[in-house]
């Protein structure tokens, strides 16, 4: 079964930087999208990015349009998302995300997320 495991959270000043990434494990021969949530005390869970299985295609919420990067290392199975110019609001519990998608799919932040990690919390302040 698909686990996931993210790492990489912490405090950081606004406007700041840091890098979280997501270790994945038993993908055995299938091919899967990856996304980040992020969810806010008292707020719902909120898609940030999500990358396709190919690492050809790639959202990201508006509130995070460039300032955010996802990208895919495949052969070590792991996904990051730099984060950049870090705002307060930014603060959050940050969860990586899979579901299986075909290898030509385009990813999306609307879709189902089957598999979930536990979450790796980043702190914005100063």
């Known amino acids: 079964q698909l686990q996931l495991v993210e790492s990489g959270g912490g405090l950081v000043q606004p406007g700041g930087s840091l890098r979280v990434s997501c270790a994945a494990s038993g993908f055995q021969k299938d091919y899967y999208a990856i996304g980040w949530f992020r969810q806010a005390p008292g707020k719902e869970r909120e898609g940030v990015s999500c990358?396709?299985?190919?690492?050809?295609?790639?959202n990201y919420a508006d509130s995070v349009k460039g300032r955010f990067t996802i990208s895919r290392d495949n052969a070590n199975n792991t996904v990051y998302l730099q984060m950049n110019s870090l705002k307060p609001e930014d603060t959050a519990v940050y969860y990586c995300?899979?579901?299986?998608?075909?290898?030509?799919?385009?990813?999306?932040?609307?879709?189902?997320?089957?598999?979930w990690g536990q979450g790796t919390q980043v702190t914005v302040s100063s």
């Open positions: 990358i396709s299985s190919s690492g050809s295609s790639t």
């Open positions: 995300v899979a579901t299986r998608s075909p290898l030509f799919s385009l990813c999306r932040l609307t879709g189902t997320w089957i598999y």
